[in-house]
Nanobody, 126 residues
Framework: QVQLVESGGGLVQPGGSLTLSCAAS????????MSWIRQAQGNRRELVAK????????EYGDFAKGRFTISRDNAKNTVTLRMNSLKPEDTAVYYC???????????????????WGQGTRVTVSS
């Protein structure tokens, strides 16, 4: 059974920092691209950050560039999101997302096998 368990959410003041962690089990972690996706109340889900299976490439939503950093530890089956300079508009539920990917012919190809965590709430407020 695949599990993605997020932790690290909470209440933080504007300008503060938080680190979110996602612990994965039940899958071959090194075969999955990992992402953090967030959903604010009344909004669609949006990509926060993504990291390829071997951590060779990362991708960020425009709002996250320069403030957030995604990393992964394939030995520990964890992915981490460090968030700095938090703003009230960063308030959302943050989800860990895994997508199976294989690298060939110069790019990653996704199998369609995907998993979601339950989410962790981040509230940025004074």
């Amino acid at each position: 059974q695949v599990q993605l368990v997020e932790s690290g959410g909470g209440l933080v003041q504007p300008g503060g920092s938080l680190t979110l962690s996602c612990a994965a089990s039940g899958l071959t972690f090194g075969s999955y691209a990992m992402s953090w996706i967030r959903q604010a109340q009344g909004n669609r889900r949006e990509l926060v950050a993504k990291i390829t299976p071997t951590a060779g490439d990362t991708e960020y939503g425009d709002f996250a560039k320069g403030r957030f950093t995604i990393s992964r530890d394939n030995a520990k089956n964890t992915v981490t999101l460090r968030m700095n300079s938090l703003k009230p508009e960063d308030t959302a539920v943050y989800y860990c997302f895994a997508a199976e990917a294989q690298y060939y012919s110069g790019s990653y190809h996704y199998s369609g096998l995907e998993y979601w965590g339950q989410g962790t709430r981040v509230t940025v407020s004074s």
